[in-house]
């Protein structure tokens, strides 16, 4: 069992900084969470389609035990975790899995945006501290 700090990074499937911040937070002795990055940046559309194949619409794949053992693997990590970093670009997922580590409350959350967001949005305001850059980050943390 490890004392280190447990890190869940959230990303996108698509995002390949993901491995590199993750690397760049255990090279400073953090346990990193970023397992969910193997599945590849066509996880999804792939689980998709086999979904689609068999006649399942999205509620319904929702109920299979791919997603349902993809979600608790997830959660189990997110409900271990000492600190949450969402690394954008991310989507959907991302944004939920943030939310959901602020919502436990005692988890600091951080948010960081390598370039300036399009869209600006008040929300963020949720995370305990948002950078500009992963350096800002790893310079904090």
């Known amino acids: 069992m490890s004392n280190k700090l447990k890190i869940y990074l959230i990303g996108s499937l698509r995002n390949p900084e993901v491995p590199i911040l993750a690397n760049e937070l255990r090279e400073r002795g953090f346990d990193v969470?970023?397992?969910?990055?193997?599945?590849?940046?066509?996880?999804?559309?792939?689980?998709?389609?086999?979904?689609?194949?068999?006649?399942?619409?999205?509620?319904?794949?929702?109920?299979?035990?791919?997603?349902?053992?993809?979600?608790?693997?997830?959660?189990?990590?997110?409900d271990e975790t000492d600190i949450g970093v969402l690394l954008l670009p991310a989507g959907k997922s991302g944004h939920l899995e943030l939310g959901y580590l602020i919502g436990l409350g005692g988890v600091p959350c951080y948010i960081v945006y390598p370039e300036e967001p399009e869209r600006f949005d008040v929300m963020y305001k949720f995370a305990d501290k948002v950078f500009g850059s992963t350096k800002e980050l790893l310079a904090y943390i």
């Not at 086999?50 to 035990?65: I, P, S, T, V």
């Open 33 to 78: 969470f970023d397992d969910w990055y193997a599945a590849g940046e066509k996880a999804d559309d792939a689980w998709r389609d086999y979904e689609k194949e068999r006649g399942h619409n999205f509620r319904q794949a929702l109920d299979g035990y791919a997603a349902t053992h993809v979600f608790e693997f997830d959660k189990h990590h997110m």
